[in-house]
């Protein structure tokens, strides 16, 4: 929010919406501001308003997942900006949205820090600091990747304040990457209070910004060395074993794998209608109106997976099956609530994989339970599975089921599942992108194995393992297609790797049509549209030194 023109941030904090049982939501706008926050109550609260401002920032899916390998426009709705690139302008306001949300939450996290010395004793100050130069630094890192270089504001501000200069990238990370190795030193190995900032969460992320940088052509020496050392240390030696089904299973949010999530808890939640998150809506076609009787989620049709998404998966691997709904039975969420007894549910719609799409083993499918599938609506893998404006059917592709919310009001957005952020199988293929960027391929495929080992079916364990002859960067993107699809990450893959223009045009179907109408929807005024462009109205406000950046 800095770049416009800055609003007292007390306006800011008059509302404190809670995460989980440790974040309360209290409105407290009648109390002097100073004081309340010098007072332990006040200044817990203070840092648990930081913590949600989380929920802000990944309110919309765009700039993170749209215009990317893996999600193409479905029958409803993107914005073409985000998700075709060539109409890109700094006019767009789903990026303008990201900007003045990631800015709005650093002026919590700058307000929490200046606080943190003028508060009355706490025994937890230390940790609290280095938990909100954790979650300012975190800002930083999405905003450097999205814009470049931004100007780095450490004050609190308690007036409107006109005038920022832009900061270079480089700057900038090293700001990050200072900020959260103190942060590191600060906060401890664990807590008792699920969601707080622990030196697992600092080095897993101090790990991908160091794999980051490490493409940047003022990279240091040292950052994929540093990226697989912290990789590894943030494993510390824990293995995969919760299966990726369960991983996912509605409720189990809390689990051991969890590094770092956005909480969110149906108690803090006003309003079911309308409180929560968006992540279960947006991924998958649209199912119908009647969810609220006949138990399906609302689902937007507008992120809906590409050809190539569904391709990179192969028959022995068990997270084509976790990540998408492929028999949805004639209550959809019984698939949840019912788990237990569905050899007895009759299914609705099979969605018959590639490698079972054969007359033969769809007819072998039903003969598994013939009382319960006979009357099945079959819809085999075809090209139709990546849905567009022109897909007239509800249900015409796979849904994907990774962020369903049996609970969930029937409506947008109303999840009160956690979204993860960070999590131990991203983890591992960090540390794999480290490893082979410093050439060693053997470390990098066991990196790997390992995530491919608890993501293989029974029996297919040793069809699933690699060597390091297999390892380059596209199969750790195929990789991280399969483990991370819709987790919030995808557009920051490409972007790292440098492989933004090139995935899209051979994978993303709206943008290879621009390809094949000879027009490159990269190329802008002055260079590529990779960053994104700074909003018009950031720089109209701002009479300090800032440039837009090349392509608008």
Known sequence: ????????????????????????????????????????????????????????????????????????????????????????????ASVENFYRNTYAAIQLTNTALYFNDKTASATALPVRKGEMQFLRAYYYFLLVQQFGGVSIVTERFTAPEEEFNRNTAEEVYTFIINEMNEALGAVPET?????????????????????????????????????????????????????????FFPGNERNPEILFSIQYDPASIANPQTGGNNQNYWFGP???????????????????????????????????????????????????????????????????????????????????????????????????????????????????????????????????????????????????????????????????????RRAAKAGSENEMMITGADVDIDFILDERARELAGEYLRWFDLKRTGTLMERTRLYNRDIRNWYNRSIDPFEGTGGFKILRPIPSRALLLNEGNFPQNPGY
């Open 1 to 92: 929010m800095k770049n416009f023109k800055i609003l007292n941030l007390l306006l800011v904090l008059a509302v404190f919406t809670g995460c989980e049982d440790f974040l309360e939501e209290e409105n407290i706008s009648n109390i002097q501001s100073d004081a309340y926050y010098s007072t332990t109550e006040g200044y817990e609260k203070l840092v648990n308003a930081s913590y949600a401002s989380l929920r802000n920032v990944y309110s919309e899916p765009w700039v993170f997942t749209a215009g990317t390998d893996l999600f193409v426009e479905g029958r409803d709705a993107q914005p073409k900006g985000i998700s075709e690139y060539r109409e890109l302008t700094p006019e767009e």
């Open 191 to 247: 807590s008792s209070e699920f969601g707080r900032v622990t030196q697992r969460t600092v080095r897993h992320f101090l790990a991908k910004v160091h794999l980051t940088r490490g493409y940047e052509s003022f990279a240091a020496g040292d950052d994929f060395q540093r990226a697989s050392a912290l990789a590894d240390e943030a494993i510390a030696g824990q293995e995969l074993t919760t299966s990726f089904e369960n991983l």
């Open 286 to 452: 649209y199912m119908g109106g009647q969810g609220a009787a006949q138990g399906y989620p609302q689902r937007a049709y507008r992120l809906v997976p590409t050809l190539y998404l569904f391709d990179v998966f192969n028959e022995n691997d068990a997270r084509f099956d976790a990540t998408f709904m492929i028999e949805y039975y004639q209550r959809y969420y019984d698939y949840y609530d019912k788990s237990s007894e569905r050899q007895n549910l009759d299914v609705r719609y099979y969605y018959a994989p590639k490698w079972a799409n054969s007359a033969e083993a769809i007819a072998a499918w039903k003969a598994e339970n013939p009382t319960r599938r006979d009357n099945a609506q079959v819809i085999p893998y075809s090209e139709a599975w990546e849905a567009s404006n022109s897909t007239a059917l509800d249900n015409a592709t796979p849904a994907i089921k990774k962020f369903d919310d049996p609970q969930a009001a029937f409506g947008n957005p109303t999840s009160t599942r956690d979204i993860y952020l960070a999590r131990l199988g991203e983890t591992y293929l960090i540390a794999a992108e480290a490893y082979h960027q410093l050439g060693d391929a053997g470390t990098a495929a066991a990196r790997i194995n390992e995530v491919r």
